[in-house]
């Protein structure tokens, strides 16, 4: 499947690449690399989002050629990428109808759900698209600048929970050493990632940690509607929040709960430790993601979506304790 890459790489000249709705930094990251390293080529990259790129991660090098759906050229081109993608509608309306009709979808991404949706599918269990990508990068021969080690090195910090997930292994560290050796700035992504907060941010963080209950090693917090209007902040403000509620001690898995104002629930799951499969519970809910990591949306209300999440969570650690 690479060498099928590689010569739809060298063989076409004009792309157009996208990742999913909700974009973080391995999603932008990866969309990004591929367009440096196309133009490396001397090829033309188009991008194209369904959800705008958040202001945070506007310092990625390229983030401004992102285009929206509405101002996105129709005309044709001779291949898509889609990076980051567990499943092909996570692109989004408009996006999804684009790729509907094209015959030449390349699909790269690390989720080890992702049902292989492509023409052409790269897709290796490992802690980010960009390690992937990053791999591309020495099949092709392609130089790493600045600008394209910045956009590797944040999806692995940011998939990596800054080097603190199970997913962080030798390989991962040599891949971070070696971008830093290019010129990504490490601090500078940390700060970029990790420490801009707003102050609404950092109030609804407060609530979501002083609202937090514990029970039989679960921990999990919600955010109904009124909370997001009463401290000025939307679901777009609760990135890393579950993080933290995962950082309390002694819990085994952390939840997050977003009612989103359509009668739908978002639900973030995280696990503590490698061995209790996250994406499982999600999938159940018509969600998906990583091991550590899941995410699903699910029709109802706060209190019944709660229950019942909490309940397949608590059978998962039950299986887990007795066999
Ligand atoms: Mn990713």
């Known amino acids: 499947m690479v060498e099928q890459i590689l010569t739809v790489i060298r063989e076409y000249e004009r792309f157009a690449v996208t990742s999913h709705l909700s974009p973080e930094a391995d999603a932008i990251g990866s969309q990004l690399a591929v367009k440096h390293i196309l133009e490396a080529l ?36 001779d291949a898509w990428f889609v990076v980051d993608c567990g499943q092909v509608n996570r692109v989004g309306e408009g996006i999804l109808q684009l790729l509907q009709d094209h015959p030449l979808i390349v699909n790269i991404d690390h989720h080890v759900d992702n049902p292989l949706f492509g023409h052409i599918n790269w897709v290796k269990v490992t802690a980010s698209t960009t390690m992937v990508l990053y791999e591309l990068t020495q099949h092709l021969g392609v130089k790493i600048t600045p ?13 990596t929970d800054s080097f603190r997930n199970a997913n962080v292994s030798a390989d991962v560290l040599s891949v971070a050493t070696e971008l830093v050796r290019c010129g990504a700035p490490a601090r500078e992504i940390a700060v970029q990632i990790y420490e801009r907060r707003t102050l609404p941010e950092i109030r609804l963080l407060g609530h979501t940690l002083l609202n937090a209950q514990v029970m039989d090693g679960v921990i999990w917090s919600s955010i109904p509607q009124e909370l997001f209007r009463r401290t000025d902040t939307s679901v777009n403000d609760t ?50 993601g990583h091991k ?32």
Do not use: N
């Open 292 to 323: 550590q990591a899941a995410g699903c949306l699910v029709p109802g209300t706060l209190e019944d979506v709660e229950a019942r999440v909490i309940q397949e969570v608590k059978g998962a650690l039950k299986t887990e304790l007795h066999g």
């Open 239 to 288: 990135e890393r929040l579950v993080e933290e509620l995962r950082a309390t001690d002694g819990i085994r898995v952390a939840l997050l709960f977003k009612e989103m104002g359509t009668g739908k629930i978002k639900v973030s799951l995280r696990a503590k430790k490698e061995g209790l499969d996250m994406s499982r519970i999600a999938r159940l809910f018509g969600g998906g």
């Open 147 to 159: 600008e394209l080690a910045t956009c590797l090195y944040s999806g692995i910090v940011a998939d």
């Open 42 to 77: 001397g090829k033309e990259a188009r991008l194209v989002l369904r959800d705008p790129v958040p202001e945070t991660l506007r310092f990625l090098p390229g983030a401004d050629s992102i285009q929206s759906v509405g101002h996105f050229s129709r005309e044709p081109v």
